[in-house]
């Protein structure tokens, strides 16, 4: 299993990212996808969640409405569209599929919110 973030980078608050995570190694189609997050000196924590077909997604509270989470099944991708991003948005991004896939982190994408 290989999955590669990408789509980080240093935005103002109140601004907009789009992240990517390209699976590969597993059955795309077959698995929910997530995105996760972990800033610095705290633990990791589930972001955004989407159901194999895409048609299910659940978000954390604290970036439901701004947020959204997709992904496009024959090109093995998940994304995240993240708006009026905020300063305690800052964090590394990685993407994850459900469980059952045995599966090591990828390298995760930086995103820094800051003026």
């Known amino acids: 299993v290989q999955l590669v973030e990408s789509g980080g980078g240093l935005v103002q608050p109140g601004g907009s990212l789009r992240l990517s995570c390209a699976a590969s190694?597993?059955?795309?189609?077959?698995?929910?996808m997530n995105w996760y997050r972990q800033a610095p000196g705290k633990e990791r924590e589930l972001v955004a969640s989407?159901?194999?077909?895409?048609?299910?997604?659940n978000y954390v509270d604290s970036v439901r409405g701004r947020f959204t989470i997709s992904r496009d099944n024959a090109k093995n991708t998940v994304y995240l569209q993240m708006n009026n991003l905020k300063p305690e948005d800052t964090a590394v991004y990685y993407c994850?599929?459900?469980?059952?896939?045995?599966?090591?982190w990828g390298q995760g994408t930086q995103v820094t919110v800051s003026s």
């Open positions: 989407i159901s194999s077909a895409g048609v299910d997604t």
């Open positions: 994850k599929p459900s469980s059952v896939v045995p599966s090591d």
């Open positions: 190694g597993f059955t795309f189609s077959r698995y929910n």
